[in-house]
T-cell receptor
Framework: SQQGEEDPQALSIQEGENATMNCSYK?????LQWYRQNSGRGLVHLIL?????REKHSGRLRVTLDTSKKSSSLLITASRAADTASYFC????????????FGKGTTLSVSS | ETGVTQTPRHLVMGMTNKKSLKCEQH?????MYWYKQSAKKPLELMFV???????ENNSVPSRFSPECPNSSHLFLHLHTLQPEDSALYLC??????????????FGPGTRLLVL
């Protein structure tokens, strides 16, 4: 069953603007991850946030986690054309953490 | 590059063909994975190998047969596939066998078209 679900499905912005993507999930998790995928390529890991963390930063990326609402958000600040990609959240598929469930992703398009 | 390579990058095959996808990781990781990515669907985990032993098989049809001869190499043998098997097949690796707790490194994928 699908665990993570990203919103919006597609997002178009101008360079320099901020982009916010959201992920909602259904069952309790231990960890949540965000990945990026350029068109037709493999996924690249961005950030892992644990259930006892509320916020993490990595460069221009900021991830928040609200376990009470079962949701996470990924904020990309001062976006660039190179940020154009699909972004996926992934959560634990089981308590042992031996598998991930990915959402369908948000497709971000940044135009210059 | 991520340190995970996949060959071929593109493959077209008929339903009666037999082909193999290859994945190699140069990261010294202990776990390797096959994922299937179809259009409009979430990434699906197919198989997980830890130290050359299969630890997860997510109800994948037997026409997909994985092989892990050593911790650096992973194969996916394909036979009598169906058109709905057309997808991007991604290989990944991680240091441990708990991908939910650590970073996975993905290869570029093999784009498969079954005619």
């Amino acid at each position: 069953s699908q665990q993570g679900e990203e919103d919006p499905q597609a997002l178009s912005i101008q360079e320099g603007e901020n982009a916010t993507m959201n992920c909602s999930y259904k069952t309790s998790i231990n960890n949540l991850q965000w990945y990026r995928q350029n068109s037709g390529r493999g996924l690249v890991h961005l950030i892992l946030i644990r259930s006892n963390e509320r916020e993490k930063h990595s460069g221009r990326l900021r991830v928040t986690l609200d376990t009470s609402k079962k949701s996470s958000s990924l904020l990309i600040t001062a976006s660039r054309a190179a940020d154009t990609a699909s972004y996926f959240c992934a959560t634990d598929a089981n308590q042992a953490g031996t598998a991930l469930i990915f959402g369908k992703g948000t497709t971000l398009s940044v135009s210059s | 590059e991520t340190g995970v390579t996949q060959t071929p990058r593109h493959l077209v095959m008929g339903m009666t063909n037999k082909k193999s996808l290859k994945c190699e990781q140069h990261l010294g990781h202990n776990a390797m994975y096959w994922y299937k990515q179809s259009a409009k669907k979430p990434l699906e985990l197919m198989f997980v190998y830890s130290l050359e032993e299969r630890v997860e098989n997510n109800s994948v049809p037997s026409r997909f047969s994985p092989e892990c001869p050593n911790s650096s190499h992973l194969f996916l043998h394909l036979h009598t596939l169906q058109p709905e098997d057309s997808a991007l097949y991604l290989c990944a690796s991680s240091q441990g066998v708990r991908p939910a707790q650590e970073t996975q490194y993905f290869g570029p994928g093999t784009r498969l078209l079954v005619l």
